[in-house]
Nanobody
């Protein structure tokens, strides 16, 4: 049974920082690319960042230089460090187990329950 459990969301002022975590179980974590998506009210879910099994990363343009995705294969955990947060970063953030080839992240079928990030102005 695959489980992806996100944590670390919350309320933060603009310019602040948060670090999200996603603990995975039921998958061979070291062989999977992992991704963070977000979904704001009334909008489609969008990829924020992805990381391959060998550590190659990909970012959505609006978060480059502000967000950092990383992984700890020993802990089966992927992180999203978010800095200089903006009100437009407000969304539910979801973890995904997928694949990353030639600079493209392909979402997999497994999702976490999401964690809310709210950035106040």
């Amino acid at each position: 049974q695959v489980q992806l459990v996100e944590s670390g969301g919350g309320l933060v002022q603009a310019g602040g920082s948060l670090t999200l975590s996603c603990a995975a179980s039921g998958i061979t974590f070291v062989h999977n690319a992992m991704g963070w998506y977000r979904q704001a009210p009334g909008k489609q879910r969008e990829l924020v960042a992805g990381i391959s099994s060998d550590g190659t990363t990909k970012y959505e343009d609006s978060v480059k230089d502000r967000f950092t995705i990383s992984r700890d294969n020993a802990k089966n955990t992927v992180y999203l460090q978010m800095k200089s947060l903006k009100p437009e970063d407000t969304a539910v953030y979801y973890c995904n187990a997928g694949s990353l080839y030639s600079g493209t992240y392909y979402r997999g079928n497994y999702w976490g329950q999401g964690t809310q990030v709210t950035v106040s102005s």
